[in-house]
């Protein structure tokens, strides 16, 4: 599937679910941010930036065909975003807090990672 074909389908989603009273699910897609996608929103000249490069369309949606090309440009267009967290209770406490891992940390792990799996061969 093209990331144009991913991009039609998840808006065809959101759409759908939001003429729905039930609000989406959050944990279905990782692409849905209260109940939109997320574009990018940092100033225009970077937009304008990433848009030469090929890495987001004309609305700021990262473009991509390969999960290689995803996890790279997502990780330069988002850098300082969050993308995973970590809920963390500590003991003797009903309350917790979210430990947040940015994709500028993602792709550090990446790399690492890509570099020992090369390293073994």
């Known amino acids: 599937m093209t990331s144009t074909q991913l991009r ?71 850098d300082a975003n969050p993308i995973f967290g970590t809920h963390t209770v500590p003991e003797g406490s009903t309350e917790g807090k979210f430990e947040w891992m940015t994709y500028g940390e993602f792709n550090d792990k990446v790399a690492h990672a890509r570099g020992v799996l090369k390293d073994i061969g």
């Open 8 to 78: 039609g389908a998840a808006i065809r989603l959101i759409r759908r679910s939001s003429s729905q009273s039930r609000p989406t699910t959050r944990s279905l897609l990782p692409v849905f941010n209260s109940g939109s996608i997320r574009s990018f929103t940092a100033a225009p000249e970077q937009l304008e930036e990433f848009q030469q490069k090929g890495y987001v369309d004309d609305i700021g949606l990262t473009m991509f065909d390969t999960l290689h090309e995803l996890q790279h440009r997502s990780c330069a267009v988002y």
